[in-house]
């Protein structure tokens, strides 16, 4: 029987290499970004205004890598976005309410982020539903349980005071604090973004697993038959995105010191729409970790962009949607191309 080259490691010129990489339209995307908004704002090009967008940008892409390789492996997660709540209401409520060291809490909250990964993994392989109706199902649970449980430990929809808690300090350094480059403060959150993006690259372009990945979601039933393990490959790409949950919650309840009950809802579009700028297919099997985190930075540049030039805020939700569009019509044209390069 003839084995199939891979086709990441199939050679072919410079020119149609560049081509056919999924982060090619966030490439250009990104450029065309800024340089409008560099252009229009003085600000915006300087050191501190690029510290400003890449904060967001650095949450937001975190999500984005863990979201695009779950993506490439067939599936989607709805919960995603309210996961990055639940576990920060279980850091601050634990540390606050409870007397939990707060890396103790963190713990904790890793544990059962871990676990809600693998719950809504093994029902979606061992069911056959939708991953798009199971997560859903976890995302309107989850909603009810973060407000439910924070109002009758609190008697409101906030958690706060984590400043006083052990071990504040240390963790908010690790994982919250700033870090100075030429004068300038940067968030530490974007080390954990490019480690997380270097990492993700890394797994999908020279690792068994990145080969496994792109084959489920690209024909299931086909990787089965060749021996790919598909239903552990895609429960450990939900924990992953439950981990990047797990990491973002806490970040932000640590950067905050206060946790909303109602926080990360709805972002879980967001960051499939900053996964999908990046090159990944709804169809899977198709983008890149690298195309993903691109994509979170156009988002952030949008976002404190248009505050720069004095823009009505909701010119943003045009400028998602028509990004969407277009990132769509774009990796539908060089995903056929690649398809002619193959053949």
Known sequence: ?????????????????????????????LVVVFA???SQSPVFRSPEGIANWLDPAATLGIMAVAVALLMIGGEFDLSAGVLTGTSGL?????????GFD?????????VVALGIGFANGMIVTRTRLPSFIVTLGTFLMLQGVNLGVTKAITGTVQVSGLRRASGFEGASAVFAGTIQIGGTSFRVAILWWILVTVVATWVLMRSKAGNWIFAVGGNEQAARAVGVPAARTKIALFMTTAVAAWLVGSILALRYTSVQANIGIGQEFIY??????????????YGSAIGAAIGAVIFGMA????????????????FLGAMLLLATLANRLVRRYAEEVKH
Not at 14 to 27: H, M, S, T
Not at 90 to 98: D, G, K, N, S
Not at 272 to 285: E, K, S
Not at 303 to 318: E, M, N, P, S, T
């Open 1 to 29: 029987m003839t084995v199939a080259a891979d086709e990441r490691l199939a050679h072919v010129g410079l020119a149609r290499r560049l081509l056919i990489r999924p982060e090619l339209g966030a490439v250009v995307g």
């Open 36 to 38: 409008f908004f560099a």
């Open 90 to 98: 279980i850091l601050v409520t634990l540390a606050t309410r409870f």
């Open 102 to 110: 707060v890396w103790l809490a963190m713990l904790a909250g890793l």
């Open 272 to 285: 499939i729409i900053a996964a999908v700028i990046g090159g990944c297919l709804l169809t899977g099997g």
């Open 303 to 318: 976002d404190k962009g248009i505050v720069f030039l004095g823009w009505d805020a909701d010119w943003f939700k045009f």
